[in-house]
């Protein structure tokens, strides 16, 4: 008989996203892989700013990304800190729809919807 632990979805999550040591080792080594280029963490990674929150409430309900203030609020702060910039927010839409970085599997289904409504909404503006 083979006998199972029972582990939260968190838990099971958090050692599917962990690499194994050799490989995250020769990842480490690669250029561009994202651990080693991303800047420390800030106060405004766990919270919304009051300028998000503001252009939270003026955006219309359909295109709020709700579920991404919630899980990722540092993502809707850069995006919200691109917005009147329209060359910039298209690059932030680009970065964070396109992901590149080594080793990454992008945003799930539901936070990758909000942005792509949110891109779309901004690309009929000015």
């Known amino acids: 008989m083979v006998e199972f632990e029972r582990v939260s979805i968190d838990e099971a999550r958090e050692v599917l996203d962990q ?3 050799d490989v995250a080792r020769m990842l480490e080594s690669v250029p561009g892989y994202w651990p080693s280029n991303r800047r420390p963490p800030l106060a405004t990674d ?3 700013t009051g300028r998000t929150m503001d252009w939270m409430g003026q955006l219309p309900e359909p ?4 579920l991404t203030v919630l ?3 540092r993502v809707v702060n850069a995006i919200a800190e691109a917005w009147a910039d ?6 932030t839409f680009e970065h964070l729809l396109n992901d590149r970085r080594i080793g990454r599997r992008g945003f799930p289904v539901d936070i990758e919807r909000e942005i792509a409504a949110l891109c779309l909404y901004a690309s009929g503006l000015p």
């Not at 295109?63 to 709700?66: C, D, E, I």
Request: glycine share 0%; hydrophobic share 30%.
């Open 46 to 48: 766990r919270a919304l």
């Open 19 to 21: 690499l194994p040591p």
């Open 86 to 91: 329209a060359k910039q927010r298209s690059a």
């Open 71 to 73: 899980r990722y609020p």
């Open 63 to 66: 295109v709020r990304p709700t």
